[in-house]
């Protein structure tokens, strides 16, 4: 189901043809700009700035994290691999810049010890110790940041893109580049150019979701009623499915809950975030963002009293903070050079050109529960073109706008793999602006090598 502007929403007018953009002041000019600062964006940017490039970073938030912090989905997911075996020490798959990053925020007191999730492990991050680190580096490594600021329009010349129109609160302006980093998330660069996209399996997207933190647990009572397992047990299932009988707003039986870094305090990913009609809710669409949010909210307090009334050592406890927005696991993704695909990641296929590894499960959302499919002691490998449009010259995405089929970015998406993307587009980017070699032209070999001389386990 490919998409083009114009033909995504019709109440909305992506196209921006008509923009007088030498009318436009310039801002700046840079060797790349970063459109979007979650994972992918901070390791695009601080390693292509460590490179000796100059960098602008773009923002709408002002904060770095994504989903990792606007969403508090508050995991590193994806380092590990998976083990029927559950009394097996955890065992990382994924290093580079994923790695620097988690030892960042375990240096800084903000990342939890590895935590029981059904066959695999993750870790809990405390959401503003990672704002901090994502600072620091991105400061330190010489990026010019701006936050509080959105990209409208692509700017091109004889077809090449050179660069974004921004807008903000101050007005609209320029920023010039030689290459564009698009790790927006939402492939929002692409689909501005025109590029392919599409959404999911035949329009159908997973569903977004609303994290809140509980604080003032005792959580010895609490882990000695739920277990080790952050996947919650039957016996929790089963009084969700009695409270919803007996009317409570709870349409999600399988919740996941972690402990953060923050004393007496727990992560929870309950809800299930649908139109109050039961449609799909496309957050592409502020229509549909603003449902998923105003009733995301609601379900939140219906699992929080939950909570409070059956599980020990949450009797006292309240809700300290939701996402800034809904978590978001999908919405638009590229049409690539090359697409990963569902047998790919079931027959955990490893490839010469593979940039970056996963071993987290196949995590789809849809429907009343999770489904998941476990790869155990075993991964995959997301090669370089999935990162490369089809259209379009001088742009590279990273992040989960990869180029995947819908079961594969159910595993493909998640954190540790988000950074490591960001890597290799940044890695990418080095080698096209030294040879000036289309992303298309270069051999995910050779991005690949480079990678793995930077500490990427490959």
Known sequence: MTHTSGEEFPRWRLDTSD?????????????????????????????AAEGGLSVVIIEKYGFSGGAAVAGLSGTICGLYLSAEDQRRAPEQLVYGFTERFRGELSAHGGLTAPQLYGSTWTVAHDPLVWRETADRLLERSGVRVLYHTNVIAPVTDADELCGVVVASNAGRSVVRARRVIDASGDAAVVARLGGGTVFGENGEIQNPTMFFRMANVDTDAYQQFYGQDTICPPE???????????????????????????????????????????????????????????????????????????????????????????????????????????????????????????????????????????????YYEVPYHTLVPRIGENLIVAGRCLSAEHEALASARVTAQCFEYGHAAATATLMSLETGDRYRDIEGAAVRERMRAAGSAL
Not at 278 to 292: C, H, K, Q, S
Not at 344 to 354: E, H, I, L
Request: glycine content about 8%.
């Open 236 to 378: 929790v299932s089963a009084a969700i499915e009695r409270a919803r009988s007996e009317g409570a707003e709870l349409p999600r039986s399988k919740i996941w809950i972690f402990r953060t870094p923050r004393h007496g305090e727990l992560l929870v990913n309950a809800t299930r975030l649908t139109g109050r009609d039961g449609r799909m809710l496309n957050v592409i669409d502020p229509e549909d963002f603003t449902e998923a949010e105003i009733y995301g909210r609601q379900q939140v307090r219906a699992y929080a009293r939950f909570l409070q009334e059956h599980v020990p050592g949450c009797a006292d406890a309240h809700v300290a903070d939701t996402g800034v927005e809904a978590g978001i696991r999908q919405t638009r993704s590229i049409l690539g050079v090359e697409t990963l695909r569902n047998t790919d990641v079931v027959a955990c296929r490893k490839r010469p050109d593979g940039v970056v590894r996963s071993a987290w499960p196949i995590e789809l959302h849809s429907g009343d529960r999770p489904k998941l499919h476990w790869l155990y002691d075993d």
């Open 19 to 47: 923009l007088d953009v030498d009318a436009l002041p310039v801002l700046c000019e840079a060797d790349v700009v970063v459109v979007g600062s979650g994972a992918a964006g901070v390791a695009a940017a601080t390693v």
